[in-house]
């Protein structure tokens, strides 16, 4: 089999496969055998079907299939071998169906070759790099999150915006009387979370009451008309629930507030596990660390953006396939025609010189992902999502196995390591490039962000 690359340009060309009986006749008879060792064909014993039967019958499909095979592991081989950096895939120069009479055959297939780029990425080029000041009510806002979060709940005398009301709620008629039917709804052990209520005006009902007092609200109203939320909240079945549409009265036995924790040394140390900081200047400021470690992706992800931006203007200025890369999306993507793919392509340009430059740069710097790196990564998700819940001082062990069973998604380790690639790219583009450090405000960096 003779394998042979016709360039029309630097960036497109065919590749043509000349195919001889002798590469593929051994192949098809091969099959043709296995299938008389293995089929039960009509009229025959099993295995006792000559050569030339088995050629009648499945000769053609067979011999379809083969040169089908082999003509394409052909191809990728010779692209793989000649080391061709091809764009999309080869496509075939005419479909037809061949004449499986012949002997010989010859197949074409057009390829769009990759742009040789010259990348180079030094301290010529300067990017901003925004870090986000963290304020004072940044501080504040924090603290106040972290004492709800480790306070108490404790009896209250009030209803606040973040109070459990317990109490006796019972179901109301047109009238506004409470129902003594015996198919009346009555909860003697009833609590309700207005913070929770969809509907912010049933919420306010509730605001500043006390231990005594009687409220009218409507349960429907609080969550949408959810059924399994007033199921809850009622003691009822979710099919009784969804019927429920009218007002009911809540007597208020109990009122449940939450109680901020105090600032001292055993509130920093639940904060900061193995804190050994005693004042509440210290505690500032390792809170003031972690909004700014919190922060810190927003000005990653800034700096990517600008820097992606600064090296596609510096090095994209190159010429692309277009007629082949146009055949290959109206060949892999039913909804595009010749007719309507220009639209289409013109979209996916800077994409597509994107991907070229980053896997150049990658190349000249030698970015490899490896499985150290995922682990990394996936336990710094891991982390994340037991710090949602609170838990922020998990041991490495649980941590890591957390991480193993996160990877073992394919799905998910396959958009890991694309994150992880990624991440090393501009960190590599971080330390070559000169940075032009700034402080702004939050309001400053959202603007930036938003800008384009």
């Given at each position: ?86 764009l999309g895939e080869p496509l075939p ?208 992800h800034l700096f990517n953006r600008d ?146």
């Open positions: 089999m003779q394998v042979t690359l016709e360039k029309a340009n630097d960036l497109e060309g065919r590749i043509k496969v000349e195919v001889t009986q002798n590469d593929y006749l051994d192949k098809v008879n091969k099959e043709l055998k296995e299938i008389g060792r293995t089929r039960v064909i009509p009229g025959f014993r099993k295995g006792h079907v000559s050569i030339d039967q088995l050629r009648r019958r499945f000769g053609r499909d067979v011999k379809s299939h083969v040169l089908n095979e082999e003509v394409y592991r052909s191809v990728i081989d010779f692209i793989r071998n000649e080391k061709l950096d091809i120069v005419e479909v037809k169906e061949i004449n499986l009479d012949d002997q010989d055959y010859t197949f074409e297939y057009e390829v769009g070759m990759a742009p040789s780029l010259n990348i180079e990425i030094n301290k010529d080029m300067t990017v901003p790099f925004y870090t986000i000041e963290v304020s004072e009510q940044m501080a504040n806002d924090q603290d106040t999150a972290l004492r709800e979060r480790f306070g108490a709940q404790v009896p209250g005398e009030e209803v606040d915006a973040k109070a459990l009301v317990k109490g006796a709620i019972m179901e109301l008629d047109a009238d506004g009387n409470v129902k003594t039917s015996e198919d009346a709804i009555q909860v003697v052990d009833g609590i309700v979370a207005p913070m929770y209520f969809t509907d912010k005006d049933q919420a306010a009902l509730f605001l500043g009451k006390k231990v005594g007092d009687k409220v009218v609200f409507n349960p429907a109203a609080t969550c949408n008309g959810n059924a399994a939320e007033m199921a809850s909240m009622l003691h009822v079945d979710k099919e009784k629930a969804a019927e429920i549409k009218g007002d009911f009265e809540m007597a208020i036995s109990e009122i449940i507030v939450l109680k901020p924790a105090e600032h001292g040394e055993e509130f920093y140390k639940e904060v900061f596990p193995g804190a050994t900081f005693t004042t509440e200047e210290e505690y500032y400021a390792e809170l003031r660390k972690m909004i700014a470690a919190q922060l810190a992706p927003n000005s990653d820097a992606q931006k600064l090296i596609v203007e510096k090095f994209g200025n190159f010429e692309l396939p277009a007629e082949f890369l146009k055949k290959w999306l109206v060949a892999r993507n039913e909804e595009l025609t010749p007719e309507n793919v220009d639209e289409e392509y013109t979209k996916m340009v800077p994409s597509i010189k994107w991907e070229l430059i980053r896997g150049k740069i990658a190349s000249n710097l030698d970015i490899k992902v490896n499985e150290e790196d995922l682990l990394g990564f996936a336990k710094g998700i891991a982390y994340q999502q037991f710090a949602q819940y609170g838990m922020t001082n998990m041991d490495d062990e649980t941590l890591t196995n957390y991480a193993r069973r996160i990877l073992e998604d394919k799905n998910y380790a396959g958009r890991i390591r694309e994150d992880v690639a990624n991440r090393k790219l501009f960190n590599s583009i971080k330390a070559l490039v000169n940075l032009e450090a700034k402080t702004v405000s939050l309001d400053e960096f959202k603007a930036l962000a938003q800008a384009e």
